[in-house]
């Protein structure tokens, strides 16, 4: 992995890694009334994080994105299931996009790298330093969350989501709620590890549609399997 603090397409090591992350000097209110003179002119650079991510993933063509934990060390069974599943989507002639991060991240780019495939890694500023992964052949740094997020939906078929933190939470909640409020159509979600996603469906089947929440209709949106070909085909079948 490349080291280093990323802030956009800037690298920082060392004593000159900042104390605060862009997302946070955005979204942080208190203190000083600064932010009220600066904000307007962070929507250039909002604007051309944007820009260089269309631009960047315009041609790229089916892909579809996994996500999982960047804790995930070689040698654990889904750090091998992610770059399996990776190399079967690029046989499947899908391009492979990732956080760009180590652990999941890292394995995914691996196995869509060693297939001879389109390996995409999406980096984001974090208050830790962290680079993209080597295996990642096409890389964007990103400030924004937001900006990230969007470029996570706009160019994939779908997502396959290996078992991780409040990170993965978040992007898998996410398409969730596009596909529920129809703002993304034909959007497959692919849980991948039974034994761990296996409670929060429990969750949301036996609390949240219980009581009124959600609809069975819902549920339909995900699909749980330990299976590197079951979950592949789900993306294959919805592309027929």
Known sequence: MTSGFFKGPVR???????????DQRLLDSRGGTEWVHTDPWRVLRIQSEFVEGFGQLAELG??????????????DPMYEAARQVAKR??????????GGGP???????????????????????????????????????????????????????????????????????????LAQTG???????????????????????ETMLVDGKIAEADLDLLHVTDDVEDAVSWFVAHDD
């Not at 989507?89 to 990732?98: P, R």
């Open 183 to 205: 703002k993304v159509t034909a959007f497959p979600v692919v849980l991948f590890g039974t034994a761990y996603w296996g409670g929060l469906v429990d969750w949301l089947r």
């Open 12 to 22: 920082l090591r060392g004593k000159h890694v900042p104390a605060s992350t862009t």
């Open 89 to 98: 989507l690029c046989e499947q002639d899908y391009a492979v996009i990732t």
């Open 103 to 177: 652990g999941v991240m890292a394995a995914a780019n691996r196995g869509a790298h060693e297939c001879g495939g389109v390996s995409v890694g999406l980096g984001i500023e974090l208050p830790h330093e962290q680079g993209l992964n080597e295996w990642v052949d096409i890389g964007i740094n990103f400030r924004y969350f937001f900006v990230r997020k969007t470029m996570f939906v706009k160019y994939s078929q779908g997502f396959v989501v290996m078992p991780g933190g409040f990170g993965t939470l978040d992007e898998l909640f996410e398409a969730l709620t």
């Open 62 to 75: 089916p892909a579809v994105s996994v996500f999982g934990s960047a804790r995930t060390t070689e040698g």
